[in-house]
């Protein structure tokens, strides 16, 4: 049987797009709700307290939308509140912390693994912990970027600026020599050629969004809860705040027209 229902992505800004990207490509049929919290962005250096609270009313209102799986693409909510919304939630839910490290993980020869993300995800420790679960002798060095995400919510992705931002946040973790990065941020995808440009081809960047559209795949057939209808999937997209910015960099990021952008409240 064919479900039709959406999959539902959520962030606290425009970087659960890098998800909604890999899930066209891995998943293109599936209908997709997203919702950025544009109006409370960054989540990144709030407690722990608000992020819960913030991502149930969010998950509340995407069940509401009749959500099959929800997506909780930001690694700050995955960190600080994935484990609360299991235990009160239904609905099948999964993060990006662990896809992440499972690909850096695969991907290292020397085993020393960088790790960015904002100041919450990074105090959390969530990824160090995911790495050496899964391989005990792993090395990982950490590093917060918190003006990461204020330069890409404005669009401002390439140029001096971000350029100088992030050889000052990664100088550190390239002398340590590490051979894999961790994206440990939906958002960071977007400075992606700043970024690389910044590490060189000696360092292998990684972010979870790619592996994460594969576990919400395998998560779908588990379910049995996939759509396999043939037509294009439908994308529906939510922010808390004015549409006007979130319309101009999701069109440049997705390089597709967004048509169905509507301004909620839900506090
Ligand atoms: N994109 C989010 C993350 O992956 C959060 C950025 C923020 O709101 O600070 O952590």
Redesign the pocket.
């Known amino acids: 049987m064919s479900d039709k229902r959406p999959i539902a992505v959520f962030?606290?800004?425009l970087?659960?797009l890098t998800v909604v990207k890999a899930l066209h490509t891995h998943l293109p049929n599936e209908n997709i709700i997203y919702f950025g919290d544009t109006a409370r962005?960054?989540?990144?250096n709030k407690s722990q307290d608000l992020i819960q609270e913030f991502s149930a009313e969010i998950t509340e209102f995407l069940i509401q939308k009749d959500a099959k799986l929800i997506i909780v693409a930001?690694?700050?909510a995955t960190a600080l509140a994935l484990d609360y919304l299991k235990r009160k939630l239904d609905t099948p839910i999964i993060g990006v912390i662990n896809p992440g490290a499972e690909a850096a993980q695969s991907l290292t020869k020397n085993r020393k693994i960088g790790i960015i993300?904002?100041l919450a995800?990074i105090r959390s420790g969530a990824y160090e912990k995911a790495l050496s679960q899964l391989d005990s002798s792993i090395q990982s060095f950490s590093k917060s970027c918190p003006l990461f995400?204020p330069l890409i919510e404005e669009g401002w992705l390439e140029g001096d600026v971000p350029t100088q931002v992030a050889n000052t946040y990664l100088k550190e973790l390239i002398q340590k020599q590490i051979d894999t990065l961790i994206l440990g941020?939906?958002?960071y995808p977007l400075l992606k050629p700043v970024l690389s440009e910044t590490v060189g081809d000696t360092i292998q960047i990684v972010d979870s969004a790619e592996t994460t559209a594969m576990y919400a795949g395998k998560r779908l057939i588990s379910q049995n809860i996939v759509n396999d209808q043939n037509d294009m999937g439908v994308l529906e997209n939510y922010v808390t705040d004015l549409p006007v910015r979130f319309k101009r960099v999701a069109r440049q990021f997705l390089g597709r027209e967004i048509d169905h952008v509507s301004s909620v409240h839900i506090h």
């Open positions: 962030d606290s800004g970087g659960g962005v960054p989540y990144g930001c690694n700050t993300g904002t995800t995400v941020c939906t958002h």
